[in-house]
């Protein structure tokens, strides 16, 4: 929502830094719900992408590669067809994505980077040629709640600001610090902000800046992001 207006379903931040909102206990309630599941999963859109990804730029030699890495029930599902609106296990994603950046980066997940961007070319420019809304930068950080929910089945994102004469808006993911229950530090720390990136320039932004000011995987209770466009 646009800074300054009563909120509703969502915060917003005042310039104190105060936040606002009679439904933050509300989000909080339905964050922690979902963060109790016993494992959180991701859409099998997610892992049809990562594999056609690795094959197209790597090559099959490096996808059996990535999977040979991973334990017998991990290769077992790997070698089976997703359903693109299936659920499959969080972690899995998690040693899938770690194994990939052990074969053709350095461990450090920036080869994260370009396989996010696939994946939001992929899923995202089909969605925003249906829903003509989408065209609008305030229409997609609006709606990144919605969208979050259809990648994974755990977690909660929220929009905390949205100003829309600043071009400014921060957004806050509520989800489990744990690799083998919920989605891991690569999707929060590198998939997120190219994920945000790819939909904002999409939707008729010239330029996009993503900082990630706090991170579950680090301490915090959340992972914030400052977004800037034009």
């Known amino acids: 929502m646009i800074t300054g207006e009563t909120a509703t379903n969502t915060c917003y931040i005042k310039p104190t830094g105060n936040l606002k909102c009679k439904e933050y206990s509300v989000l909080i309630k339905v964050a922690e719900n979902r963060m109790n599941l016993k494992t959180g999963n991701a859409k099998g859109l997610i892992f049809i992408n990562i594999r056609e990804y690795i094959v197209k730029t790597y090559g099959h030699d490096i996808w059996d590669k990535v999977i040979n890495e991973l334990p017998a029930s991990d290769r077992e599902t790997l070698k089976k067809d ?4 299936g659920w499959y296990s969080a972690p ?6 770690k194994s ?9 997940f920036n080869s994260v980077i370009p396989l996010a961007e696939y994946i939001a070319k992929k899923d995202l420019i089909p969605m925003f040629d249906i829903f003509v809304d989408l065209n609008n930068p305030v229409f997609v950080l609006n ?3 919605s969208l979050w929910s259809r990648y994974f089945d755990s977690g909660v994102m929220d929009v905390n600001v949205l100003d829309i004469e600043k071009k400014h808006s921060v957004v806050e993911l509520f989800e489990n610090a744990d690799e ?14 190219e994920w945000f990136k790819i939909g904002l320039m999409k939707a008729g932004a010239e330029s996009v800046k993503i900082m990630q000011t706090i991170c ?5 209770e959340s992972c914030k992001y400052e977004i800037w466009w034009e």
Request: charged residues 10%; aromatic residues 10%; proline residues 5%.
């Open 92 to 97: 899995l994603l998690n040693r899938l994505i």
């Open 82 to 85: 997703f359903l693109r609106t």
């Open 216 to 220: 579950r995987y680090q301490g915090a």
């Open 180 to 193: 083998n229950a919920a989605s891991g530090a690569a999707i929060c720390n590198y998939a997120v902000p």
């Open 143 to 145: 709606n990144a709640p």
């Open 100 to 108: 990939y950046d052990l074969a053709v980066g350095n461990g450090d």
